[in-house]
């Protein structure tokens, strides 16, 4: 069984910078991509940004562009997200997603608490 295993999160100020990464462990078949959703308090899980696995093409969604970059590490199966300019409203736990196939993901970290105070 795939697992991911986040580190990174914390209590940041607004403006600050935080890394998040994410490290896959059993991986037995090729990756296709990897990605970030964010959870906050009373609201839906929401896409934050992926990286596909060959090619390194990403994704972003619109709050987060400029901001954050998400990169991977081919290697050592991992990949980080770096933001800069956090904002109160990027407060959430952050999850860490890996997909085998383009049109979903199958395996989920257990998630890291990103805190940014105003």
């Known amino acids: 069984q795939v697992q991911l295993d986040e580190s990174g999160g914390g209590l940041v100020q607004a403006g600050g910078s935080l890394t998040l990464s994410c490290a896959a462990s059993?991986?037995?078949?090729?990756?296709?991509?990897m990605g970030w959703f964010r959870q906050a308090p009373g609201k839906e899980r929401e896409f934050v940004a992926s990286?596909?696995?060959?090619?390194?093409?990403?994704y972003y969604t619109e709050s987060v562009k400029g901001r954050f970059t998400i990169s991977r590490d081919n290697a050592r199966s991992t990949v980080d997200l770096q933001m800069n300019s956090l904002k109160p409203e990027d407060t959430a736990v952050y999850y860490c997603?890996?997909?085998?196939?383009?049109?979903?993901?199958?395996?989920w970290g257990q998630g890291t608490q990103v805190t940014v105070s105003s």
């Open positions: 990286i596909i696995w060959r090619g390194g093409n990403t």
């Open positions: 997603a890996l997909g085998m196939t383009f049109n979903a993901y199958h395996y």
């Open positions: 059993r991986v037995t078949s090729n990756i296709y991509k």
